[in-house]
Every structure is written in C-alpha cells, then in structure tokens.
C-alpha cells in the first residue's frame, strides 16, 4: 500500500462498497445466501487443500465452479437471481476492475461461473486470503 492509500475498515469500508456498487447491496436481498453458500464452499476447500491451494485463483479460476447449462440455469432458479440481475453484476465487477467489460454473457455456464468468481474474490477480501500464488 501506498502511502496515499487509506485501508477502510468497518463502516468506512461498508459504505465504501455500498457507493461503489449499489446494485449490488440494495436490491437483490437473495445475494447474501448465495455468498453465504460460496464462502462455506470456500473454507471446506481450504481446509481440505495444503497451503500452496489455498487461494482464490485456485478455488475459482482453475476450473468451473458448474459445468452444464441446464446445471447453471437451475443455480439461478435456486437462488432465484434473474439472468439480467447476475449480467449486471458481473458487467459492474468487469468494469469495476478492468475498466471495460470484456466477457459476453451468451450462456448460463458463463454466466454463473463468472459471478461465483466475482463473489469468491469479494469473500476472500473478506476473509483476507491471498490470492497471490507461493
């Protein structure tokens, strides 16, 4: 961290990412179980990993988090998340952290594999996990 950086921390950082993604924190309530899901997901993983897997690339990156369309499109019935809301998050994420979106949302497998990795970031934030590799 810079010198001209400020770590925010409790409230400060609440409302940090309430103004940052409104979206995200105001209209879909559903969200919450669904990161709640994500971050049982992710402790079991690394409690059943050695140290060098445990981070966010290998969680959520190295492979799909659901395979099959029909397998992701019930994921969002589940979770009763509409396709256009899980799109805007993802675009949101996309233009939050690389400044332009770049993935086209053609098919639920994409779909629902991006935002668990969006949300798996976010939780490993949270949980102040590396996701740097050793």
């Not at 409230?11 to 559903?30: G, M, T, V």
């Not at 979770?79 to 053609?106: P, R, V, W």
Request: hydrophobic share 30%; proline share 1%; with cysteine.
């Amino acid at each position: 961290m810079s010198n001209l950086t400020k770590q925010l921390t409790g409230k400060d950082k609440e409302e940090y990412i309430k103004s940052r993604f409104p979206q995200i924190n105001n209209s879909l309530p559903q969200l919450t179980n669904i990161k709640d899901s994500i971050k049982e997901e992710l402790i079991q993983h690394i409690n059943d990993f050695n140290k060098e897997d445990r981070n966010h690339y290998t969680m959520f990156n190295e492979d799909y988090y659901l395979i099959g369309y029909y397998n992701c499109e019930q994921w969002l019935k589940k979770h009763n998340l509409n396709t256009f809301d899980a799109i805007s998050i993802c675009n949101d994420y996309e233009k939050e952290n690389f400044g332009e979106i770049q993935t086209q949302f053609d098919n639920a497998e994409t779909l629902v594999n991006n935002l668990v990795y969006w949300f798996g970031q976010d939780i490993c934030n949270e949980l102040e996990i590396s996701f740097d590799r050793e």
